[in-house]
Every structure is written in C-alpha cells, then in structure tokens.
C-alpha cells in the first residue's frame, strides 16, 4: 500500500518561530508536492521537486523555502512564521515526468500560528 | 492557464446518480482532465482521469465531450460515504513546470443525504 507521512498532524507555533514539516514517501517517486489548502480557496502549490536537490516554487512560495537531501524526504521550511501562514498544509508525490500522473497525499499537518 | 469552474455545492440523496460538470474552456491540447477526492481531515484522493470521450473505472464516470470544453463526473447511485469535495483540474501531460496548472481550486461540496 502506498504511502505518504507527515510528521504531525497538529502543530502550533509562535510568530517568528522556524518551522520545519517533513514529509516522507515510500513510493520511489520523483516529484514531490508542498500544498496548502484554506477554506474558500482550495489547495495552492506552493513548491515541488522533481529529483533529489531541485526544486521549483510553484504559485505562493514566498515565506517558504524546502529541502530535499533524499529522494522519499521533502521538508517545508517556514523561516520565519507569521500568522497568515495558519493553514492545512499537504504533502503529496508522484511518478516520472508527466504533471498528469496520478498524486497520492498524505495526511496533513494542521499549522496554527499564534 | 487552464481554469476550471465547479458548482460549489450539491446535494443529493442515497441511491441516486450524481453528475458534477467542470468547466475548463481555455484547455490545451495536451491537458489530461483529473479529479479528485477530498474527506474531511484527509488528503486528497486521485478517483479519475481522461483525455476525452468516456473513462470509467470501479468507482466513477467521466465524461468529455469532443471540444473537451467542461467534463463531468458521473458518480452511479452515491451512498453516504461519497459526502466529500471533489476537485476537477486539468494538467499537462508533458511538463511538470508552469505548475499554475496544478490549482485546485475551491472544489464542489457534495452532501448525500439518506
């Protein structure tokens, strides 16, 4: 069965704080996903990779960095919380090099910031 | 870009077929049409994809006509447990880049009722 972790479900921090979500697949996928979701505006791409150390910022990156040093790991770096960053935020992953290919997500970390 | 356009919210009872129609005018050439679902306090879930005319699988229905200007999902004799949001989206099949692509957007709100 294929799966997609994140490493909380909730999360709160304070304003300023550096947050770090991390995100593992054990799928063998190339491409990586960063999204956040907030009620009214559905899911926005925030960065993704396609390979071990690319990246690519995807619609609403800025506040955002990510780190990817192995293939199944994809971190969402916060560098400095702020509270407009309170949200869903989803990791997913995908296969070779077509966007069409079928995204499988984990579960969602919940971010407060308070 | 392509933009897709759904109905917000339906409603339907248990039993019945449920048809969501998404409109996606600007498409291009290589766009595939995929949707997905979305449980509350879950990610969400790849149900279908097609590139034109009709793809049916175990769990849904699509339909596209052949200027592949809207599509719909056809959801046969829903039951309580298909009350989730479902996103149309359309992605090229080429290229992960020009990742305004991979919007979401705000999803229709499907409610089965008994």
């Known amino acids: 069965d294929v799966k997609v972790t994140q490493s909380s479900r909730y999360l709160v921090k304070r304003t300023g704080e550096k947050v770090f979500l991390e995100c593992v697949q054990d799928m063998d996928h190339e491409n990586m996903f960063w999204y956040r979701q907030d009620p009214g505006l559905g899911l926005r791409l925030i960065y993704f990779s396609y390979d071990v150390k690319m990246k690519e910022k995807g619609d609403i990156p800025e506040g955002y960095s990510v780190s990817r040093e192995k293939k199944e790991r994809f971190s969402l770096i916060l560098e400095s919380a702020s509270t407009n960053q309170t949200s869903m935020y989803l990791c997913?992953?995908?296969?070779?090099?077509?966007?069409?290919?079928?995204?499988?997500f984990g579960p969602g970390t919940r971010l407060t910031v308070t | 870009l392509a933009k897709t356009t759904q109905p917000i919210s339906m409603d339907s009872y248990e039993g019945q077929e449920v048809n969501i129609t998404c409109s996606h005018n600007?498409?291009?050439?290589?766009?595939?049409i995929t949707w997905y679902q979305q449980f509350p306090s879950q990610g969400p879930r790849f149900i279908i994809q097609?590139?034109?005319t009709k793809v049916t699988n175990e769990v849904a229905s699509l339909f596209i006509p052949a200027d592949r200007k809207s599509s719909t999902l056809s959801l046969p004799r829903v039951s309580l447990s298909d009350t989730a949001v479902y996103y149309c989206?359309?992605?090229?099949?080429?290229?992960?880049?020009?990742?305004?692509?991979?919007?979401f957007g705000q999803g229709t709100t499907l409610q089965v009722k008994p």
């Open positions: 989206l359309v992605v090229d099949s080429r290229r992960l880049s020009n990742t305004g692509k991979l919007i």
């Open positions: 600007n498409i291009a050439t290589n766009d595939y």
């Open positions: 097609g590139y034109k």
């Open positions: 997913a992953s995908n296969l070779g090099l077509a966007g069409a290919y079928e995204q499988y």
